[in-house]
């Protein structure tokens, strides 16, 4: 994002720098229909001449009137520009301010494109040739996401927010090219491209709601919740297989330190006999 001055104030613009025309198209739109702009690059703006009524045509018309209709076509009201074609004042701050935002908007780089450009209109024009592309080139990129829309699927390594970004990126795509997908043709595909992982809670949606009614948010949100709580399942089966381990092992240290103690007294034992033994021979001896 850059700052971008305005009468407004700090008015602030996504920054292009030749990628992601659509997505960039559509928020610069949106700024200029909210500040009341975006009349001035949708129409631009156009010299009107100021008409004035011609002087002495009134009263002609009425003398006319009273001599008959023979001079009825001469009587008419006569127009006629008294300046040259000018723009309103109005219409030039507005055609400035849009264009400002649009040079703002662009970096360095870009601004060559558009710097002798004097309207908001043309250097939006400018900037959709180059970088939207004609009919023969949207039909081509149009044609190349539709393959990525029918092979889409969810990778077993790919976590689930990635997946739905990616699953969002490509329907986006088709919109802002002009492709109408309605509501349950990405349903049907989201549930069908899911990873495995996700087949119960797929089965219970397909089982308990309306695929003819139900929306690609509601669809997100359950495999989200059910992924959340098949994450707590698998933490508390770690902790609980951990404890057991623990209580496994702390099981057979006491079983080890009991055989040790058992064999130092049957061996403590055994030396005392020995002890005993040697004492009364000792004393035999003696």
Known sequence: MVGSGSAGGDLRTPQFNGANYDFWSVKMETILIAYDLWDAVELGVHPQPIIEEEEGSEREEGSERKEGSEGEEEGETVQIPVEAPTISRE??????K???LIQGALTDELFPRIRNEKTAKGAWEILRRE?????????????????????LRMNDAESLDDYFARFLGIVNNLKSLGEYVIEKRIVQKLLMSISRKYKSIV????????????????????IKVYDKREDLHDERDKLAGTEKAFSSLRVRNNQASGANKSSQGKQNQKWQGQNKKGSNWSQGGN
């Open 91 to 96: 219409d030039k701050i507005k055609n400035a």
């Open 98 to 100: 849009a264009l400002s």
């Open 203 to 222: 089965s219970i949606i397909e089982e308990t709601k309306d695929l003819e009614t139900i929306r690609v948010e509601e669809i997100l949100a359950s």
């Open 131 to 151: 970088f939207r592309g004609d009919k023969k080139v949207r039909a081509v990129k149009l044609q190349a996401i539709r393959a990525d829309f029918e092979y």
